[in-house]
């Protein structure tokens, strides 16, 4: 097994080992409130009359929270995504800005190598001129 396919098997195993820790106890909280909470109540979108409303239904209360849970994530779930479009549409753009710049640097040291010269070759004896003079001391 590569050590790729090691690490995928290991993500996959803490997923199911995360879901199953969280989604069963909440699994189960959920079917304890729906058995608990099986009364009907009348659910009405009327708030000018509340004895001949337009638009009622009767529903067990625990329907009436999935629902309410449940349009509340996907709302949630919308917003998050409407807002975060600015951040990846900017992240788009400098992506495509980097991948630019980088083919840019890459023609430029392309050219680059081609002009330049070849270093001479270093010197391998002794150069006496090199050398700095130091002064005599001053009495």
Known sequence: MTAEALCRYKDSMFRKIVTAVIALPLAAILIAFAVANRQSVTVSFDPFSSTDPAYAATLPLFAVVMLVLIFGVLVGGVAAWIRQGKWR???RQLDAENRNLRSDLD???????VVTEPAPPATTFF????RAAIPPPVP
Do not use: S
Not at 107 to 113: G, V
Not at 127 to 130: E, H, Q, R
């Open 89 to 91: 549409r900017a992240a």
């Open 107 to 113: 023609d430029a040291r392309r050219r680059a190598a």
């Open 127 to 130: 150069d006496p001129t090199a």
